[in-house]
């Protein structure tokens, strides 16, 4: 048998016990569900942390959308790979949006549409500084120039707010798509209806833990949790989700198929990052 490292903790939870740190997006669960079904296996396990407070519950710090989806399937269980406060291989990096499919003056226009915000003229060196310094919400960038998103940012509460408006504000309007771009150069060349780029500011693992942890959720498609090492390609059958049985031996069945896959040299590390071609 070939020595692996340590394998990714992976659990039987209670479809109930978890808990969104970020909105889903109905637009996308509808079809996993779907997708789920007709597949008949739940492929990634979604990345869960569990509260402090409340150790039967967990949040979801990656598969928003698969929650969602197990819960219009009403799957029981399923399987979570569980990560833990303070481990230094989970962190979170922030998705920029790129808005498509209005003209730049359409989208200040629905922006400033809201009261508690506004855009103020700046440039790229300016509104970066301004953005890490926590002095600005976010930075929208566009052909015509950088505008900082100027609102209240504190207390966490009064910033996610604002957040919300911010990207209430476009959703559904326009097309979104993430990016880690911070600035329009040459995005115009992938994306032609390019209407304007909102840069977010970073946010902090326990801020978002301690938010969820109150029942605040995050807008979705901000946040991206960086887990390593992560369990992809699971592949564990629904029916054994479904199936009558107590979670402990729900749990035991499920040490037992990942021992078996080991043992059959179906399980594969990748040290280094890795791109996948077939998503």
């Known amino acids: 048998m ?3 490292p340590d394998l990714p903790d992976l659990r039987i939870v209670p479809t109930d016990a978890l808990r969104p740190h970020e909105y889903a997006d109905d637009q996308r669960s509808g079809p996993l569900a779907q997708a ?5 296996v739940l492929r ?12 039967e ?25 569980v990560v833990h406060a303070g481990d230094s291989r989970v962190r979170v990096e922030t998705w920029n949006h790129v808005v498509l499919d209005l003209t730049p003056g359409e989208l200040r226009r629905r922006v400033t549409e809201t009261p508690e915000l506004a ?12 953005l890490s310094a926590g002095g600005t919400l976010a930075y929208l960038a566009t052909r015509e120039g950088v505008f900082d998103v100027v609102c209240e940012t504190e207390p ?39 209407a304007g780029l909102f840069v977010y500011p970073g946010f902090e693992v326990e801020d978002v833990i301690a938010a969820a942890a109150r029942g605040r959720l995050l807008p979705s498609g901000l946040t991206r949790f960086i ?18 049985g107590d979670l402990a031996a729900k749990q ?28």
């Open 156 to 194: 966490l509460d009064v910033r996610l707010d604002n957040l919300e408006r911010l990207v209430m504000s476009y959703l559904g309007n326009g097309r979104v798509e993430r990016s880690n771009a911070r600035a329009v150069e040459h995005l115009d060349q992938v994306f032609p209806s390019l």
């Open 44 to 55: 990634n396990p979604p990345v869960v942390l569990a509260l402090g407070t409340h150790p």
């Open 119 to 130: 855009l103020v003229p700046s440039d790229p060196e300016r509104a970066a500084y301004s």
């Open 252 to 279: 035991l069945e499920l040490e037992k198929w990942v021992r078996e896959r080991v043992a059959d040299r179906r399980v594969r590390f990748y040290a280094e990052a890795t791109f996948l071609f077939d998503e």
């Open 36 to 40: 789920l079904r007709a597949d008949g």
């Open 57 to 81: 519950r967990y949040v979801v710090l990656d598969g928003a959308n698969r929650t969602t989806a197990f819960q219009r399937l009403a799957l029981p269980c399923v399987v979570a790979q």
């Open 2 to 4: 070939r020595t692996l």
């Open 227 to 244: 887990v390593s090492p992560r369990a992809l390609r699971l592949n564990y059958p629904l029916a054994r989700l479904e199936a009558p």
